[in-house]
């Protein structure tokens, strides 16, 4: 489904990912953690080329995104993203930020739009909010809500960057659920976030990154139980304790 290879990220002199090789299989849910500054949420914005990579080949989906002629728009319809912040249009309604982008995009009848959009409301345990507008609602409300929108497109990969990250620490959970169930169907999740028990409890695949590379590759079990790099061990001994 996602295929890095020798992915470099620049800015000026600034190198973001240096030499990414990542595969990630239809279906995997896939965590990515590492210290600030690391290129975690530069590696996800990537996948849906929210940025550009500098060297280096990225396939998603079957689209070589390092291809300036990739139909960017019929690759968005395939990957949906979640942000840290909800970016919901606070003068249309909870059910119309959720039916938007189906009606416009995918061209479906208003009827059909708001039958899937309750549906997904329902899915997040947003139904009765429907015709709430963004504003009266609280962090975590607005978070599933935007977790419904981006599941609206019926998209076969879910990007997550850090979708708890500006929540209070009481809203954090209900939002974690939400994805969890998520994560029991069979879509490929991609979720950058320092919650580390989801990390453990919900992936099938943990990437530990740090300074622009992918440190460690492996199953969660066997990280948190065991890294195999000191740089590992020094992450986990400062966010376990903290």
Do not use: W
């Amino acid at each position: 489904m996602i295929n890095f290879e020798r992915v470099h990220k620049r800015y000026g002199s600034l190198h973001v990912l240096q030499g990414v090789d990542v595969t990630i299989e239809a279906g995997q849910k896939v965590v990515v953690i590492g210290p600030s500054g690391s290129g975690k949420s530069t590696f996800l914005r990537c996948i849906n080329r929210l940025e550009e990579i500098s060297e280096g080949q990225l396939i998603v989906d079957g689209v070589p995104l390092h291809d300036p002629r990739a139909d960017l728009r019929a690759l968005r319809e395939e990957v949906g993203m979640v942000f840290q912040n909800f970016n919901l249009f606070p003068h249309r309604t909870v059910l119309e930020n959720v039916t938007l982008a189906p009606r416009v995009v995918k061209r479906l009848a208003a009827a059909e739009a708001d039958a899937l959009g309750r549906e997904l409301l329902e899915k997040v345990g947003m139904a009765h909010k429907a015709s709430a507008y963004p504003t009266t609602l609280s962090g975590g409300q607005q978070q599933r809500v935007a977790i419904a929108r981006g599941m609206a497109m019926r998209p076969k990969v879910m990007l997550f960057d850090e979708p708890t990250s500006a929540l209070d620490p009481e809203m954090v959970q209900e939002v974690l659920e939400v994805m969890t169930d998520l994560a029991h169907g069979q879509m490929t999740m991609v979720v950058v976030t320092h919650e580390m028990g989801f990390a453990r409890s919900v992936a099938d695949r943990l990437l530990f990154m740090d300074g622009g590379r992918v440190v460690e590759d492996r199953a969660p079990e066997a990280f948190f139980s065991a890294p195999e790099t000191d740089r590992a061990r020094q992450f986990l001994a400062k966010v376990m304790t903290a």
